[in-house]
């Protein structure tokens, strides 16, 4: 959030209950009341040749690793292990941001995104989301918008 506030980024902060027994990102937009294709996760995956990648897509939907690893040109990817998430991003699971990694790498967000003016992050720590003009988030963390998904 400070990170959107210095770059006069407006944004709405969404809190919600956490549910430890179910972290989903379906879960969530059910928490926040807003339709599953506006909530989006942000996965972190490695690619064989580009290393880290990270990938933003509606929690209901699965991403398509093969077209995940055509888009970062990389013949395979692989989701990232839960106990890799924090060291690498400074996120722990349920609480990944595409915003303020301990790094920037290269993001990508589902294609689906462009049918909304306002879409939600994680807030970078469990319990909140944000709802942000897509167009400025994915300007921001310089993201490709592409086809990702199953």
């Known amino acids: 959030m400070r990170m959107l506030d210095r770059a006069k980024i407006p ?17 969530i937009a059910d928490s926040v009341g807003l339709p599953y294709d506006m909530v989006f996760k942000t996965l972190v995956a490695k690619g064989d040749k580009t290393g880290p990648v990270v990938f933003c897509i509606p929690v209901h939907k699965e991403i398509d690793l093969k ?10 990817v692989e989701l990232l292990a839960v106990k890799e998430l924090l060291p690498l991003t400074g996120y722990i ?20 995104a462009e049918g909304f003016e306002k879409i939600t992050i994680s807030a970078g720590t469990k319990g909140c989301q944000l ?20």
């Open 93 to 112: 699971r349920g609480g990944c941001s595409p915003i303020g990694m301990k790094k920037q790498f290269p993001t990508f967000f589902d294609q689906s």
């Open 11 to 27: 944004f709405e902060a969404i809190e919600y209950e956490v549910d430890e027994a179910d972290l989903s990102g379906v879960h």
């Open 67 to 76: 077209k995940a690893a055509q888009t970062t040109n990389n013949k395979r």
């Open 131 to 150: 709802l942000v003009n897509r167009h400025e988030l994915t300007e921001f963390v310089g993201a490709k918008l592409c086809d990702l998904c199953k």
